[in-house]
C-alpha cells in the first residue's frame, strides 16, 4: 500500500493515465481545498470522448468532504479529471501494489 | 478496472442491462446534476414489475451526493432507473471484468 | 448478483426470513420514502425478544439517505424491520447467490 | 452471518470482550439514540489505559447517522464503549461465523 | 484484528510510520475532537517532500465525523498527518494482523 492523493483545480483538468503506477488506484476520498469560494465544487471523470459524469459535488461550510469509492488499474484508459467551481478539490486513497 | 458512470434526468428512465457489461459493475456514487431546480431528486431501481425501490435521494445545496455500494453482473435482470425532480443524477463507479 | 429493495413502511413492521433468498443479502442503503411528515424517520432491527436496534435516522430535508452495510445469510434467524416516524424508508442492495 | 447490535447509554461504559463472539464483528453504522437532548452525542472507544478514541459525533435533527468501519475478532482485547452527551448512540452490524 | 486510533492536535503534526506496527492498518473514520472553535478543522496527510493532501474537512455543529477508507502496510513510507483549524481530529480503525 502507497498512499495516494491529486488536487484537481478548478480550469486545469488534469489527465491521469493508471498505466503509469505501479499498483491498483482506490480513490476513496475528495475533499474541498482551500478558498473563499461559496459556491459548489464539483469534480467530474470523464473518458475519451464521452461525456463527463460527476463524481462528487462539495458545498463550502456545508458538506466539505465525501467518501468515493473508485479503482484503477492497468485495464483502464487514460481519463481526465477536472473541476468546476471555485475550490479546488483534493482526491485520496491508496495504490494496492501488483504482485511481484 | 474500467471507470463507468451513468447520467439519469429527470423523466427519461434508462433500462440498464448488466448482461451488455464486459464485467460486474460497481455502482458506488450519486451526484447531483447541473440545473436551477431546488426540490429533491430521487432515483428509482426497478426491476420487472416489482415496485420501484429509492436509491437515493439528492437535495440542492443541501446534500448534493451520496456513496452508494450496489452490484450488477451477468446473473442479473434488466433494471430501470429513474429520476424523479428537477435534476439528473450522476451515477458512477467502475467495471471489473470477468477473467478471461 | 441481483438487485434487492424492501420498502418498510411505519406502523408495518416486516419480518424477513434471509433463508429464503437464493444468497447473501448485502443491505447497503436506505433512502426516505414519500410524503409530507417533516419528523425523522428511524428504521430498526429486531431479533428474537431482544431490543431493537437503530438501523439510521433519516431527516426530511436535511439527510435523506444513508449508505448501510449489513450482510444476511443462511446463518441468520429471521429479523424483523420497523419504522417510526411519519414516512416509509426503502433499504435497498444486492444479493450475492451462492455458488451452485 | 448474524445481525449484531449494542446500545450505549449516556454516562454508562460498556466493556466489549470480542472472544465471547462466535466470529468476526464488523460494527457497520451509529445512529443516535431516542431523547429529547439538542446536543452532540459522541460515542469512544477505549483499549486498557490509552486515551480514548473518538469514533462518531452525532447531532440531533442534523446528522442523526453515521456509516462506521470497525472489525474485532479472537485477537482483540477488551474494549470499552462509552458514550458523552445526551441521547444513547445503537451500533449496528453483523457477525461474520469462524470456519468449523 | 486491533481496535486503532490517534489523535492528531493542530499545530502538532504527528509522523507515522506503519513499518512499527505488526499489521495492516485500516484508517476508516475521522470525528472532530473536543473544543470550543467554530471554524473547519482539517486533516492532511504528506509523504516526503509532495504537496499535503486534505484527506476530510470536519466542521463543528454541522458534520463533526466523515468515513475514511485508508490502507497502510510495510511497504509505506513514513507520512505524516496534520491539522489546521481550532479542534483536533481523531483518526480510527482496526489493525489487521499479518499472517505468521
Known amino acids: 500500500m502507497v498512499f495516494w492523493g491529486l488536487e484537481v483545480k478548478p480550469g486545469k483538468p488534469q489527465s491521469y493515465d493508471p498505466k503509469v503506477e505501479q499498483g491498483k488506484v482506490h480513490v476513496t476520498q475528495a475533499t474541498l481545498g482551500q478558498?473563499?469560494?461559496k459556491g459548489s465544487s464539483v469534480?467530474?471523470?470523464?473518458?475519451?470522448?464521452?461525456?463527463?459524469i460527476y463524481l462528487c459535488s462539495l458545498l463550502p461550510n456545508k458538506t466539505e468532504c465525501c467518501p468515493l469509492n473508485l479503482e484503477f488499474d492497468d485495464d483502464d484508459e487514460t481519463v481526465e479529471f477536472s473541476v468546476t467551481g471555485d475550490r479546488s478539490i483534493h482526491l485520496?486513497?491508496?495504490?494496492?501494489?501488483?504482485?511481484?
Request: glycine share 18%; net charge negative.
Open 43 to 52: 469534480i467530474q471523470c470523464s473518458k475519451g470522448d464521452k461525456t463527463p
Open 35 to 37: 478558498g473563499l469560494g
Open 92 to 100: 485520496s486513497g491508496y495504490l494496492e501494489e501488483y504482485d511481484q
